[in-house]
């Protein structure tokens, strides 16, 4: 099993711009997670997703971020435009249906400047 | 709402030191517990968990016991190594049907010195 995959995993990019981080979960896993993690706030829920569709997304900061799962083995979360307080390393997790933990992606690391 | 408290870090302790890290929580019903462990660098990864009362999570020399009276979860290993260094998120999870997410503490940040 490969894990839950994230890309890229560090991302650099001008205030402004678009940002795409992508996620793979784990095959068989219904559900997925977006976590955003940095020093001052910890760890804070962004939105997930059960069978694909979005539960709960009373995390996600303001209209500048959207996700989206398309599929069982894809999804995305978006920022547009992208400000420097939005640096942080981004975290994608997916779980089975029961009583156990999520599998985390290694995250990746974003900075905007 | 749900809530998980943990000991704030970080803590420096000496190889072959035993280790405690506090974890309280705050949820109605009977939440599953769990402790996740955060290596530089990498994502979060299951540590152990416990899903009842009185159950004891266990991995790596690591344990912890679900303590429903003192609504404690805490983190013990006798004798760490620098190997452990890392950082320890005490989490939950609600006994609801609809109590998918689960609930992280601000997490501890453990330094082993040789």
């Known amino acids: 099993d490969a894990g839950v995959i994230q890309s890229p995993r560090h991302e650099v990019t001008e205030m402004g711009q678009e940002v795409t981080l992508r996620c793979k979960p784990i095959s068989g896993h219904d559900y997925l997670f977006w976590y955003r993690q940095t020093m001052m706030r910890g760890l804070e829920l962004l939105i997930y997703f059960n069978n694909n569709v979005p539960i709960d997304d009373s995390g996600m900061p303001e209209d500048r971020f959207s996700a989206k799962m398309p599929n069982a083995s894809f999804s995305t979360l978006k920022i547009q435009p992208s400000e420097p307080r939005d640096s942080a390393v981004y975290f994608c997790?997916?779980?089975?249906?029961?009583?156990?933990?999520?599998?985390f992606g290694s995250g990746t690391r974003l900075t905007v400047v | 709402g749900n809530s998980v408290t943990q000991m704030e870090g970080p803590v420096t302790l000496s190889e072959e030191a035993f280790l405690t890290i506090n974890c309280t929580y705050t949820?109605?019903?009977?939440?599953?517990l769990f402790w996740y462990v955060q290596y530089p660098g990498e994502g979060l990864q299951l540590l152990l968990k416990a899903t009842k009362a009185d159950d004891k999570g266990s991995n790596k020399g690591f344990e912890a016991t679900y303590r429903k009276e003192t609504t404690s979860f805490h983190l013990e290993k006798g004798s760490v190594q620098v190997s452990d260094s890392a950082v320890y998120f005490c989490a939950l999870r609600g006994w609801r049907n609809r109590d998918d997410k689960i609930i992280f503490g601000k997490g501890t940040r453990l330094h082993i010195l040789p």
């Open positions: 997790a997916s779980r089975r249906q029961g009583v156990g933990g999520y599998t």
């Open positions: 949820a109605t019903g009977y939440p599953s």
